[in-house]
């Protein structure tokens, strides 16, 4: 007698994007895992087209409500490659004040209120508050501090709109700047705590072989430069991205899924994969907090994701507060530019991994075409292996328990479709059949 | 607008933009603010997380705009957590909407006033708004028709504060 079972997470529409999942197991071997998201940040390419190149910043900075700061700084470093500008050095530290300020906000939420309830054993992110107030505000309040950053240097939290090609549309006074340092200096003592916190959940056994991918920059910890390196050894620059990796169709997702040209392999980008592979160059308050917390680095555990994410936000609240510090308002704001026909390409270390962009523009000033590849979608294939392994290590479980396993296994890679807490509703179709013996 | 009435540790807060539609909240604020009990602390919020942030207070008053509840222009008011279900699904996944940020407040910090005034401890303002769906401009101006609304709304709320 054959066993089948199928395991189907239905979809959800969200805003930003819908999430399914199907699992066919067949005699206790997992015979199909197929993840399946819809992206609307696609139709953004297409909107590309025909926009002044002005507009691109603050349209691609609406792909998503929590790393908009991520699609701007991809867009203006990939737009200024096309037009040969180089930002001076005043202007690049402001945009990784930016990113920090993204970071924080973007892990806190994700840790507090998406990750840390599948640790606990609650199934959202209200139910645990009502047991863990404190650990709940205090995440609540790092968010805040991210989000001040961003308020302040990208004119508001969300979407913000003072990035522009060339530089910043207006330089921030050095006295809003500074007004932020109480809040970033107990933001970095909140964090500390989080870190510590964090690292004493209940981890599961789980390591598979990855290979990780994130930018490197050979003095700072990696957000708007660097060359994209691999686990492997393997290096390129941000100009071959699209030799290294390549986008294929699958009949079971809208979206695009990534992969290693040539070899057709998954690979994983994000924080744990950032950390991994730029551990020397994390801010020492950051690793020094990390030789106490009992966790060996590299980690090739997913589930140390929470611990990436804490570690990375005691970096950008450190990184922060020396920005700060040492910073003088440059005039101009923005660089100038000639327009012309041209190509640039951009990746940059989004809060969920690398974030590629290419742009073709003319001489109008307008955009001819536009590639985006979203962290999401280049770690899909590597979530379908993840959870091939993850669910062979669950079949005596009930289905129910599967499902629950399945999403917390995904939402260590913070995809955009798990920015609400449930995105999975999940069925079950059990089916048994009887087979004649051969 | 007049008033008189003590109204000490409320907090008095309008969820808005400076854009389109999206402004109601705050130009409900502003047309209150001049009149309200000087005790009042009014707060500006850009998004209903911010909610969670304001310092404690025995009654909170919340003015946002909605959508898909009534026509526009229409007044809403509700006292939190009666609030009707069709009101409160979530309509995005980005942040959390106002009424899981009141949910989320309930379990973090019951508000201190709630044994006394358990009934009106937060209180809901909602109007309804057009000029939110998607391909529509979010224009830098306000919707005629919100302009005669907005100004109900102000005094009912100032109604709330000074007599309740």
Redesign the interface.
Request: proline share 4%; glycine share 8%.
């Given at each position: 007698m054959t066993e089948e079972r199928v395991i189907h997470v239905e979809a959800l529409a969200?805003?930003?994007g819908e999430g399914a999942l199907t699992i066919r197991v067949r005699d206790k071997r997992v015979e199909e895992v197929q993840l399946r998201i819809f992206e609307p940040p696609r139709l953004f390419e297409a909107f590309l087209r025909g926009r002044r190149i002005e507009e691109v910043p603050d349209i691609t900075a609406r792909i998503?409500?929590?790393c908009p700061v991520a699609y701007q700084m991809s867009t203006v470093h990939a737009l200024e490659a096309a037009l040969d500008v180089t930002v001076p050095r005043s202007i690049r530290q402001l945009r990784r004040l930016l990113y920090c300020g993204e970071w924080i906000e973007s892990h806190a939420?994700h840790m507090h209120l998406l990750q840390a309830p599948d640790f606990l054993g609650y199934d959202s992110?209200?139910s645990m508050?009502?047991d863990f107030?404190r650990e709940?505000?205090r995440g609540?309040?790092i968010?805040?501090y991210g989000n001040e950053i961003l308020?302040v240097l990208g004119g508001?939290?969300?979407h913000p709109v003072n990035v522009a090609v060339g530089g910043f549309h207006r330089l921030p006074r050095r006295e809003e700047l500074t007004a932020l340092l109480p809040h970033l200096q107990e933001g970095l003592a909140l964090s500390i705590e989080v870190a510590s916190w964090v690292s004493r959940l209940n981890f599961p056994a789980f390591t598979p072989s990855y290979e990780w991918v994130a930018l490197v920059h050979p003095d700072e910890y990696p957000m708007n430069e660097g060359v994209i390196t691999s686990r492997t050894g393997e290096a390129w620059l941000v100009n071959d991205y699209e030799t290294a990796f390549e986008e294929i169709h699958l009949p079971h997702t809208t979206a695009l899924q990534s992969r290693r040209s040539g070899r057709g392999t998954p690979y994983f980008v994000g924080p744990i994969a950032r950390l991994n592979l730029n551990w020397d160059r994390l801010h020492p308050i950051a690793r020094q907090t990390a030789d106490g917390l009992g966790i060996a680095w590299p980690t090739s555990n997913p589930f140390h994701g929470i611990v990436a994410r804490a570690l990375e936000v005691i970096h950008a609240f450190a990184e922060s507060i020396e920005l700060i510090q040492h910073y003088q308002p440059t005039i101009p704001a923005r660089q100038e530019y000639s327009l012309r026909d041209a190509e640039g390409c951009a990746a940059t270390e989004a809060p969920r991994g690398l974030l590629y962009h290419r742009y073709r523009i003319n001489r109008e000033g307008t955009v001819d075409f536009a590639k985006i590849v979203p962290p999401t979608s280049q770690n899909q294939a590597q979530i379908e292996e993840d959870l091939r392994s993850w669910v062979t290590t669950l079949l005596d479980h009930d289905d129910r328990h599967i499902a629950q396993q399945c999403e917390f296994l995904i939402r260590n890679y913070d995809p955009c479709i798990s920015?609400?807490t449930h995105?999975l509703r999940v069925t079950i179709d059990r089916r048994e059949e009887s087979c004649s013996p051969p | 607008m007049q008033s008189s009435v003590n109204t000490s540790h409320t907090t008095l807060v309008g969820v808005g933009s400076a854009h389109g539609d999206d402004q109601v909240g705050w130009l409900v604020l502003r047309e209150i603010e001049p009149h309200a009990p000087s005790d009042i602390r009014i707060v500006y919020a850009r998004t209903p997380v911010d909610v969670l942030h304001v310092p404690a207070t025995s009654r909170l008053v919340v003015v946002d705009s909605c959508l898909g509840a009534g026509a526009e222009g229409t007044i809403h008011h509700w006292r939190w957590p009666d609030v009707p279900a069709l009101v409160q699904r979530p309509r995005n996944s980005h942040d959390w909407d106002l009424f899981e940020v009141l949910r989320l407040q309930e379990m973090l910090r019951p508000a201190p006033a709630a044994s006394s005034t358990p009934a009106a401890a937060v209180s809901v303002w909602g109007i309804e708004v057009a000029l939110s769906q998607p391909r529509q401009t979010v224009a830098p101006h306000l919707s005629e028709a919100l302009r005669p609304a907005i100004r109900t709304a102000a005094l009912q709320i100032l109604g709330e504060l000074c007599h309740a």
């Open positions: 969200r805003v930003e998503c409500g929590i939420l992110g209200l508050a009502q107030p709940v505000t609540l309040t968010k805040k308020e508001r939290a969300i920015c609400a995105f | -």
